[in-house]
């Protein structure tokens, strides 16, 4: 089991939206959605676009460069041109601040 990380002020990411995270030599995108904070691996398994200006609709993240789309929560590919599930983490909330499980 991975150490919590720090990762942002949970005012930081807009309600619907996302933002990049690097950490390490590592990459992810870190989610407020309607049903929560998530994180997935930031780049697209597609072409490794990265997420991070992506779109959130809903439950779903649409990649960028070719509308390839992700489900936020399981990280199951949903739409061609994408077939291969995005890894997700655990995130939690306390006192106001996003932690990540890596
Ligand atoms: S790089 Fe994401 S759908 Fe092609």
């Known amino acids: 089991m991975g150490a919590w990380i720090e990762v942002c002020a949970a005012g930081d990411i807009e309600q619907e939206d996302l933002i990049r995270w690097d950490y390490g030599s590592r990459s992810f995108a870190i989610y407020n959605t309607g049903k929560g904070y998530f994180a997935t691996d930031g780049y ?3 072409e490794r676009q990265h997420l991070g200006d992506g779109l959130v609709i809903g439950p779903v993240i649409e990649c960028p460069l070719h ?3 992700f489900d936020i929560a399981t990280g199951k590919a949903l739409t061609p041109p994408v077939c291969e599930d ?3 983490y655990p995130v939690k909330v306390e006192g106001g601040v996003v932690f990540v499980r890596l």
């Open 44 to 46: 697209c398994t597609h």
């Open 67 to 69: 509308q390839g789309r």
């Open 86 to 88: 995005l890894a997700t």
